[in-house]
């Protein structure tokens, strides 16, 4: 099946440590992103990528880094830098072309104990 | 910057009732408008992808149109069932082919 896999589902971060959020896709897709979503807030964009090796940051990237060292995988990391990481992480694909569709994965909620 | 609105913020409805969901955003200058689903707790489905020379686009009983020049689309869902319960989001991809999303609209439908 063709997709996109975020794990885990469920994280549980302690104050003042790094986590790393996996996200893969299989779907050939160039361009991959990472949104953040707060109750009432709608998405937000942390980063994105649109090639092998190259990222930008979005709109909210302060405390996140990214890495694209693969097609397929597009890992975000949550540093200690970020005061307020609880939130739904949502990750997508697209082949970053205009009228294509963009594909979300299942999201992951991480949880600051 | 791009910005989108949606309208109403939540919506409670009885089963039958025909919906309208609007969509505006403040740049014009889009390749596409994409509607989309999420259930509590779960990623984004995809409904219907608008190109920006189309002015609509239908998948059974839902039908999304697309005015780019006045910056406004709107979902509508014919004969909402209870299992039409969900956030619907919208989302315009701009020059940079990033989708830049909505807050979204909760909709109940009640039997």
């Known amino acids: 099946d063709g997709g996109i896999t975020q794990s885990p589902k469920y994280l549980f971060r302690k104050e003042g440590q790094n986590v790393t959020l996996s996200c893969e896709q299989n779907?050939?897709?160039?361009?991959m992103y990472w949104y953040r979503q707060d109750p009432g807030q709608g998405l937000r964009l942390i980063y994105y990528?649109?090639?092998?090796?190259?990222?930008q940051k979005g709109d909210i990237a302060e405390g996140y880094s990214v890495s694209r060292e693969k097609k397929e995988s597009f890992p975000l990391t949550v540093t200690s830098a970020q005061k307020n990481p609880t939130a739904f992480y949502l990750c997508?694909?697209?082949?970053?072309?205009?009228?294509?569709?963009?594909?979300f994965g299942q999201g992951t909620r991480l949880t600051v104990v | 910057k791009q910005e989108v609105t949606q309208i109403p913020a939540a919506l409670s409805v009885p089963e039958g009732e025909n919906l309208v969901l609007n969509c505006s955003f403040t740049?014009?200058?889009?390749?596409?408008l994409q509607w989309f689903r999420q259930d509590p707790g779960k990623g984004l489905t995809s409904l219907l992808l608008?190109?920006?020379?189309?002015r609509e686009q239908t998948s059974g009983r839902l039908n999304a149109s697309l005015d780019k020049s006045s910056g406004r689309s709107t979902l509508y869902i014919a004969a909402s069932q209870p299992g039409d319960s969900a956030t619907y989001l919208c989302?315009?991809?701009?020059?940079?082919?990033?989708?830049?999303f909505g807050r979204g609209t909760s909709l109940i439908v009640h039997p």
């Open positions: 997508a694909s697209s082949r970053g072309q205009a009228n294509t569709e963009a594909f």
């Open positions: 990528s649109q090639i092998v090796n190259d990222f």
């Open positions: 989302a315009v991809e701009g020059g940079s082919y990033i989708p830049t």
């Open positions: 779907l050939n897709h160039d361009a």
């Open positions: 608008i190109q920006s020379s189309q």
């Open positions: 740049d014009s200058a889009i390749y596409n």
